[in-house]
């Protein structure tokens, strides 16, 4: 089943990740002003922020979480650590086997093993280096930001007709609170903004 068992390299949607770490720990807010000449350097491997036109310069952060800037995202990466990003990160799933009534795979931030070296924080931060995710992982990256930071237990949506007619859902609802509103609010705001600057204008909903 590739939408619970499928790993896949996330890519940018990880950033949201990233971005919901730093602002929960404060290194960073919507506004903080970042900057990126062409090119920021992590322990001499280079991260270009040339990958999207709007990357050079000096802008709020919210600006690079918008046109999703590689570079501002592995500094950002680097000055929270593995350990933030990795706690985080399990909040929402990864590391772990979603509970789910069909069998998942559990998604990795770095395959096994994995020195927890400061280039490979940096590539992970913005998407790239080891990570693999599920879809079903990445779907509740985005419902928790939705939800006001509430996590919620997938479930199928199945229900059980008794004799008389009448059905009943065979699990009920629940949800595990992983971020702070305020982080959500905030995060839900720049991702709205991504379509809304036409960056994934082909998602925008009437």
């Excluded at 929960?24 to 040339?50: H, K, L, Y």
């Excluded at 992970?124 to 930001?145: D, N, R, S």
């Amino acid at each position: 089943n590739r939408a619970t068992q499928g790993l896949y390299p996330p890519g940018s949607t990880f950033k949201t990740v990233t971005a919901a770490a730093a602002l929960e720990a404060g290194i960073i807010t919507p506004e903080t002003t970042v900057e990126c000449p062409g090119e920021i350097i992590i322990d001499g491997f280079p991260i270009s922020c040339r990958n999207t036109p709007q990357g050079v310069g000096t802008y709020p952060f919210s600006h690079a979480f918008t046109y999703s800037v590689n570079a501002i995202f592995a500094r950002v990466g680097v000055d929270l650590g593995w350990q933030r990003l990795e706690s985080v990160a399990a909040r929402f799933g990864f590391g772990r086997p979603i509970d789910f009534p069909l069998d998942t795979a559990a998604s990795q931030l770095r395959a096994p093993g994995a020195s927890r070296d400061t280039v490979l924080l940096a590539s992970t931060a913005f998407g790239q280096g080891q990570l693999l995710a599920t879809p079903l992982q990445m779907a509740l990256v985005a419902a928790a930001i939705a939800s006001g930071g509430e996590v919620p237990r997938p479930r199928i949506a199945l229900e059980a007709l008794g004799r008389d007619g009448t059905a009943r859902p065979l699990s009920a609802p629940s949800s595990t609170q992983v971020l702070d509103r305020r982080v959500s609010t905030e995060l839900a705001e720049m991702m709205a903004s991504v379509v809304e600057a036409g960056q994934a204008s082909g998602v925008a909903i009437p």
